[in-house]
Nanobody, 123 residues
């Protein structure tokens, strides 16, 4: 397993932006699929965005054109840029990694998790 540390969460007003970071403890991180999940109070955890070991990205429809996932392999870090944020984006955000180039869609596909970072969007 790789150690993951998230940062960048906080409180923002609707329409604002935040950038989350997920830093890994090993240099092979750049060849792994990394995903961002979020969990709002009373709701199930859902994946938000993912980037595979080839750099291919995907996001869920509700954040498409607002959220962008990217990685800086020199820094062993994956980012989630969140723009035009909405109150429904309020959640605990987690990054997760799996030991494959290709991504999975479920939580069980990921074997390394960060501790989470809280994001709160006020209206």
């Amino acid at each position: 397993q790789v150690q993951l540390v998230e940062s960048g969460g906080g409180s923002v007003q609707a329409g604002g932006s935040l950038r989350l970071s997920c830093k890994a403890s090993e240099i092979t991180y750049g060849r792994k699929c990394v995903a961002w999940f979020r969990q709002a109070p009373g709701k199930e955890r859902e994946w938000v965005a993912r980037i595979d070991g080839f750099g291919g990205v995907s996001t869920i429809d509700s954040v498409k054109d607002r959220f962008t996932i990217s990685r800086d392999n020199a820094e062993n870090t994956v980012y989630l840029q969140m723009n035009s944020m909405k109150p429904e984006d309020t959640a605990m955000y987690y990054c997760a990694a799996r030991d494959f180039y290709a991504c999975g869609s479920g939580q069980a596909d990921y074997n390394s998790w960060g501790q989470g970072t809280q994001v709160t969007v006020s209206s």
